[in-house]
C-alpha cells in the first residue's frame, strides 16, 4: 500500500561515518589540547594528567595544587620555638591562636580557565563541523 523510495542514502550514511569518525578524534585530540594548555598557558614543564578509557568514554583530568608541591623552606621549622626574651625595647609577641588563614583567591586564575575553555570550544566546533 505505502512505499517509500529515498534517493542519496548512500550519501548520507558517509557524511555519518565521517561524521563519526571526527567524535572519536576528539578522544584523542582533547587529552592532547589538556596537555598543550598546561605546557603553553600554565607554563608547567612537565604536564600532570591522568587519562582514563571506557568504551566511547575517555575522561581526562589534572590535579591543580593551591601551592606548589614542593616543600617550602618554612614547612621543616618547628611551629612552637619556645617562649622568646622580652627586652624593654621590644613589645610583646602577638596571640595568635589557631591555624593561619589561607587566602581566599581561587586556585586556578579566572584568566586561565578563560584560556582553557576558549581552546576546548575551538577544537571541538573544529570537530564537529558537519560535512
Known amino acids: 500500500m505505502f512505499e517509500i ?3 542519496g542514502l548512500d550519501a548520507l550514511l558517509k557524511k555519518f561515518d565521517r561524521f563519526g569518525k571526527q567524535v572519536e578524534e576528539l578522544q584523542h585530540s582533547v587529552p592532547q589540547e589538556l596537555v598543550d594548555w ?3 598557558d600554565m607554563r608547567r614543564r ?3 594528567m591522568t587519562t582514563t578509557s571506557s568504551g566511547h568514554e575517555t575522561e581526562a583530568s589534572t590535579e591543580i595544587w593551591p601551592r606548589s608541591r614542593r616543600p617550602s623552606k618554612d614547612q621543616h621549622r618547628p611551629q ?3 617562649p622568646k626574651a622580652y627586652s624593654i625595647i621590644h613589645a610583646a609577641p602577638s596571640q595568635h591562636r589557631g591555624p593561619v ?12 580557565v578563560r584560556k582553557l575553555h576558549d581552546r576546548m570550544v575551538k577544537l571541538t566546533a573544529e570537530a564537529m563541523k558537519w560535512p
Open 80 to 82: 612552637h620555638q619556645g
Open 46 to 48: 612537565y604536564p600532570n
Open 101 to 112: 588563614p589561607r587566602s581566599t583567591r581561587p586556585i586556578l586564575r579566572v584568566e586561565l
Open 38 to 40: 598546561q605546557r603553553e
Open 5 to 7: 523510495k529515498v534517493d
